[in-house]
Nanobody, 123 residues
Framework: QLQLVESGGSLVQPGGSLRLSCAASGFTLGHYAVGWFREAPGKDREEVLCISSSGLSTYYEDAVRDRFIISRDNTKNMVYLQINSLKPEDTAVYSC????????????????WGQGTQVTVSS
């Protein structure tokens, strides 16, 4: 079965850190770019950043540039999102998605979505 599964979301205090994981099964994730998206309460889902198959990062939200780090381990078929200095406005469902290209682009078709993992930032 071809799928993506996210994990690592939880309730954290402001200023804390989390590492989200995106695990692929049934296909070689390393061949494709992967984007991390988030959907905050009452807002549309938006792509935050992306990593190409070779490991190059593309940020789509300037507000996270200093706090979010995307990485991948193609030997493990995994992509990660490290989130530091968490803020209440980071509260959202975070989802990963594999793209129909090894390169990051907002115009490339999404092949597979994960089910999402909830991140809640609150004191």
């Amino acid at each position: 079965q071809l799928q993506l599964v996210e994990s690592g979301g939880s309730l954290v205090q402001p200023g804390g850190s989390l590492r989200l994981s995106c695990a692929a099964s049934g296909f070689t994730l390393g061949h494709y770019a992967v984007g991390w998206f988030r959907e905050a309460p009452g807002k549309d889902r938006e792509e935050v950043l992306c990593i190409s198959s070779s490991g190059l990062s593309t940020y789509y939200e300037d507000a996270v540039r200093d706090r979010f780090i995307i990485s991948r381990d193609n030997t493990k078929n995994m992509v990660y999102l490290q989130i530091n200095s968490l803020k209440p406005e980071d509260t959202a469902v975070y989802s990963c998605a594999s793209k129909h290209s090894p390169m990051c682009s907002r115009y490339v078709r999404i092949d597979y979505w994960g089910q999402g993992t909830q991140v809640t930032v609150s004191s």
